[in-house]
Structures are given as C-alpha cells and as structure tokens.
C-alpha cells in the first residue's frame, strides 16, 4: 500500500514562491505516476500537474502551466511542485496522488493512492 506525505504548505502573498514536496513509502516509486490536484472551499478537486514514469512526461493545467514546475526525484521518492508567481486564486488545499497509470493523468479516478493535503494560502 502506497502512503504520500505532503510538506511545504504555507502563507505567501501574491507574487511568491511555494515549493511543495510529497514523500512515497513504496519500493516502486519508479514506476509510478505522480500528480498535485489542489481543492479549494465549496469547489471540486482539480487537477494541476501531474508526471508520468515513462519518460518523465508533465503535464499541466491551464490554470497553473508557465508557474508551477512539476519535477521528480526517484532515488528520493519525492515528487515536488515549484509554484511562482502565485496568485489568490491558487489557495486551495494541495494533494499528492500516485497511479500506475501513464494515462488518463487529469482524472482523480486514474489514482490510487492519497496524501493527506496541505494547506497553500496566497494573500493580496
């Protein structure tokens, strides 16, 4: 059973920088597709950036792509999100996921694991 630890969460004005990070408990890290959604009060989990296995692909919203980097570190089994230039609406609560898929990335049904969340606040 995979188990994700998300850190890094916090309060930054607009403008800044956050970097998340979230650690797998599993030996096949390598071999597994890694994702942010975000979830802000009253609305629905949605994607934000995801990193397939096979070579390394991203993949980015709208909303986030040109700001927030998606990167993974296998010997580590960590996957990161850099956010720049945040803005207010990028306060929600962050999630990792992990799949063993390489498609269908955009979708929360596609992951089977969950971290706990963490909380990125972004003030005027």
């Known amino acids: 059973q995979v188990q994700l630890v998300e850190s890094g969460g916090g309060l930054v004005q607009a403008g800044g920088s956050l970097r998340l990070s979230c650690t797998a408990s599993v030996r096949t890290f390598s071999n597994m597709s890694m994702a942010w959604f975000r979830q802000a009060p009253g609305r629905e989990r949605e994607f934000g950036a995801a990193?397939?296995?096979?070579?390394?692909?991203?993949y980015y919203a709208d909303s986030v792509k040109g700001r927030f980097t998606i990167s993974r570190d296998n010997a580590e089994n960590t996957v990161f999100l850099q956010m720049n230039r945040l803005k207010p609406e990028d306060t929600a609560v962050y999630y990792c996921?992990?799949?063993?898929?390489?498609?269908?990335?955009?979708?929360?049904?596609?992951?089977?694991?969950w971290g706990q969340g963490t909380q990125v606040t972004v003030s005027l």
């Open positions: 990193i397939s296995w096979i070579g390394g692909r991203t």
């Open positions: 996921a992990a799949s063993q898929f390489t498609s269908l990335l955009a979708i929360t049904t596609t992951y089977e694991a």
